[in-house]
């Protein structure tokens, strides 16, 4: 069975950095893109960025392209999110999405950017 | 990276067929195959239900389906079902980015 497992969501202030994982396992990591996408309080989704599946090859919406990171890590079966000079804007549900049709989610992780 | 376009609501009762649009542009929608459409519960996370257009995901009713023409994307459920109440996004790669509509909400009178 496929299971993703978001992890280190939280509260943090405006500025500063947190680090988000998720958990893969039921399918094969390695041979799979892997995506973030995340939702606001009472809103849409919205794509994040997406990681190739030898982590070669990385992109990012506009929103968050030079404050946050993708990175994988295949042989622990995991994906990661760094993300620094967090806003207000960026607290939403975090979910992690496997392959190219994300047919694949996380039960998603809460990030809340405030003071 | 704009996003695509869904209506905000669509309702329908037990038993009749819905259709939900999805329109984008020749950068998203028009560019490839890769649409796909998530239902998603409250409270829940998203679940694939369409993949590369028209192919339904595995174990989903055979109720759903999905076309395309250009530059739009369509779901249609057919039978409608109280448990198809939820909210549905459409999502396209757009070059090397991938973007979602706003999603729609559906009402099972």
């Known amino acids: 069975e496929v299971q993703l497992v978001e992890s280190g969501g939280g509260l943090v202030q405006p500025g500063g950095s947190l680090r988000l994982s998720c958990a893969a396992s039921g399918f094969s990591f390695s041979t799979n893109w892997m995506h973030w996408v995340r939702q606001a309080p009472g809103k849409g989704l919205v794509w994040v960025a997406r990681?190739?599946?030898?982590?070669?090859?990385?992109t990012y919406a506009d929103s968050v392209k030079g404050r946050f990171t993708i990175s994988r890590d295949n042989a622990k079966n995991m994906v990661y999110l760094q993300m620094n000079g967090l806003r207000a804007e960026d607290t939403a549900v975090y979910y992690c999405a496997r392959d190219i049709d994300l047919s694949g989610w996380g039960p998603g992780t809460l990030v809340t950017v405030s003071s | 990276q704009s996003a695509l376009t869904q209506p905000a609501s669509v309702s329908g009762s037990p038993g009749q067929s819905i259709t939900i649009s999805c329109t984008g542009s020749r950068s998203d929608i028009g560019s490839s195959n890769l649409v796909s459409w998530y239902q998603q519960h409250p409270g829940k996370a998203p679940k694939l239900i369409i993949f590369e257009a028209t192919r339904r995901a595995s174990g989903v009713d055979s109720r759903f389906s999905g076309s395309k023409s250009g530059n739009t994307a369509s779901l249609t459920i057919s039978g409608l079902q109280v448990e198809d109440e939820a909210v549905y996004y459409c999502c396209s790669y757009a070059g090397s980015s991938v973007v979602f509509g706003g999603g729609t909400e559906l009402t099972v009178l």
């Open positions: 990681i190739k599946k030898d982590g070669s090859i990385t």
